[in-house]
C-alpha cells in the first residue's frame, strides 16, 4: 500500500451500484438504498452511486438529487458513498456536488464536461477549476473519471499534474476505466498518495500491490464477496494471486454481455426480484440468446453469486 496516502481517504472496493428503476422507469429509491446496504454488508467499502452503471446519465438533475437524498435519510453511513456528480453543465454538476457533501459523502467521482470532443488540457483545467470555486467547500474530495471509450474526453497525467499543484486539497484521485492497467500502474508511481482505483475488478491487485487505492466496479454488484477477499488477502501480505484468477475469469464472462443488462439481470436471478430487470432507454434487456451466452460464459467461470 502506499504510506503516503492518508489514513482517511477512501480506499478499497467501491461498488458502481445499479440503480433499480420502477415498471414506469422511474427511480426506485426503497430498492436502491436497500441494495447499497445489501453491498456494504457483503463487504464493500465505498458506493460509487450514480455512475455510468447507475444510468446516472439517463437521469435528471432532479432524480439524482432524490436518490441522494434517499441515501442521507437511510441508515448508508454518508462517509461510504462516492457519487458521480459530473456532468455537461458546470451549474449542474455543482448542484450535485453540493447535494453530495450534504448528505456527507466522502468524495465524489467527476466526469469532464464530455461533449465537446478534443478540448485542451487548460479547457478541461478550467471547468474543474471553476466546479472547485463554486461550491467552495473545503471537504470536497474530487476522484477524477477517466472512461475515454463513454466520454471521449481523456484524463491526462499532465491535467491531474496540474490540478494538483492548485488544489492538492480538493483533487483525491481517479476511478480509471480506460482499460489500460499500465497508465493505472503510471500514475500510481507519478502521482504518490493518489487515489488510484482501477475501474474493472480484473485490476484490483496489481493497482493495490502497486498502491493505488482499490477498484471502482460495475460488476462488484455481484461479485463484490470474492473482491473483499482479494482486498483482505493483498491487506494481509498473502498470496492472492490466484482469487484475482478467478475474480477476473467472472468479470469477463459477465462482460460478455452488454454490461448493465447483464448486471440487472444477474441481480434478479440471483435475488428472486424481477422487478430489477428494467432498464431506462436506450438501454434494453437481454434477448434469450444474449441470456443465453451470458449463462454459458458464468458456467464455464465458475461464477458463483452471493445469494
Avoid at 447499497?36 to 460509487?48: H, P, S
Avoid at 437511510?74 to 455537461?88: E, K
Avoid at 480484473?202 to 493495490?208: A, G, N, T
Avoid at 498473502?238 to 469477463?252: I, T
Amino acid at each position: 500500500m502506499n504510506d503516503m496516502a492518508r489514513s482517511d481517504e477512501p480506499r478499497g472496493v467501491a461498488v458502481a451500484t445499479l440503480t433499480p428503476m420502477t415498471p414506469g422507469l422511474e427511480p426506485d429509491f426503497d430498492r436502491f438504498a436497500a441494495h447499497c446496504r445489501r453491498m456494504l454488508d457483503r463487504g464493500a467499502n465505498l458506493l460509487a452511486v450514480l455512475g455510468t452503471t447507475g444510468e446516472a446519465n439517463s437521469l435528471g438533475v432532479d432524480e439524482k438529487l432524490r436518490l441522494l437524498d434517499a441515501l442521507g435519510e437511510s441508515d448508508i453511513p454518508g462517509g461510504t458513498l462516492l457519487p458521480g456528480t459530473g456532468t455537461c453543465s458546470i451549474a449542474d454538476t455543482v448542484i450535485l456536488t453540493r447535494k453530495a457533501l450534504e448528505v456527507g459523502s466522502a468524495g465524489v467521482v467527476m466526469l469532464p464536461p464530455f461533449y465537446y470532443k478534443g478540448v485542451s488540457d487548460a479547457g478541461l483545467h478550467a471547468a474543474y477549476e471553476e466546479v472547485i470555486q463554486r461550491v467552495g467547500d473545503s471537504r470536497l474530495r474530487i476522484y477524477f473519471y477517466n472512461f475515454p471509450f463513454n466520454s471521449g474526453v481523456p484524463i491526462s497525467h499532465d491535467l491531474i499534474e496540474g490540478l494538483l499543484a492548485a488544489y492538492p486539497g480538493t483533487i483525491a484521485g481517479i476511478k480509471d476505466s480506460s482499460g489500460d492497467l499500465d497508465n493505472m500502474l503510471a500514475m500510481c508511481r507519478r502521482f504518490p498518495g493518489f487515489g488510484v482505483f482501477a475501474g474493472s475488478e480484473q485490476f484490483l491487485l496489481p493497482v493495490l500491490e502497486a498502491g493505488g487505492a482499490g477498484c471502482i466496479s460495475a460488476t462488484a454488484n455481484v461479485t463484490i464477496g470474492l473482491c473483499a477477499e482479494v482486498l483482505a488477502a493483498a491487506r494481509a501480505g498473502k498470496d492472492a494471486g490466484a482469487l484475482q484468477e478467478k475474480l477476473s475469469a467472472w468479470r469477463l464472462a459477465i462482460q460478455s454481455q452488454p454490461l448493465i443488462p447483464a448486471l440487472k439481470a444477474i441481480v434478479a436471478r440471483s435475488t428472486g426480484d424481477e422487478e430489477w430487470l428494467p432498464l431506462r432507454p436506450p438501454l434494453t434487456a437481454l434477448d434469450q440468446a444474449s441470456e443465453a451466452a451470458l449463462d454459458e460464459a458464468l458456467d464455464a467461470a465458475g461464477f458463483a453469486p452471493a445469494a
